[in-house]
């Protein structure tokens, strides 16, 4: 199993950002892609057409999000990976730091591009309009 961990900074106050995190409308709106989101947490949720799908485990109110986490990538015998986000106050915005750990063998470069490109890059321009 591997694990990554990833950083960025975005123009949003950390309660704005861990609200988009756990809504579907603000995951969607984010994101650019549809989402799901039970609420009241913790529940399931889903994005990017169903190619991600987990359980948020626990949270601490625009702090930290724990979630099991895996790709229709992910093999029968590979078991949920844990995505861990925290969200810390900084230049007036965000610090978001991803933790993504027990992910498959031989993966994380490639979850390493999709963090960038599918979160990252889409949520720094949506926070920052």
């Keep these: 199993m591997e694990s990554i961990e ?5 123009a949003a106050a950390p309660e704005r950002v861990f609200e988009a995190w756990l809504s579907a409308a603000g995951h969607s709106a984010m994101t650019g892609s549809p989402a799901t989101v039970d609420e009241p947490e913790p529940g399931d949720f889903s994005a990017w057409d169903g190619y991600i ?3 948020t485990i626990e949270s601490t109110r ?3 999000i724990l979630q099991s986490w895996r790709t229709s990538d992910f093999g029968d015998k590979d078991s949920d990976s844990l995505l861990e986000l925290l969200f810390e106050p900084f230049g007036g915005g965000t610090k978001l730091t991803l933790r993504h750990s027990r992910l498959p063998s031989g993966s994380s470069e490639e979850y390493t591009k ?11 321009s949506y926070f920052s309009r």
């Design 62 to 64: 625009a702090s930290r």
């Design 53 to 55: 799908a987990g359980r």
């Design 6 to 10: 990833l950083s960025c900074e975005l």
């Design 114 to 124: 999709g963090w960038l490109e599918f979160y990252f890059e889409p949520m720094k």
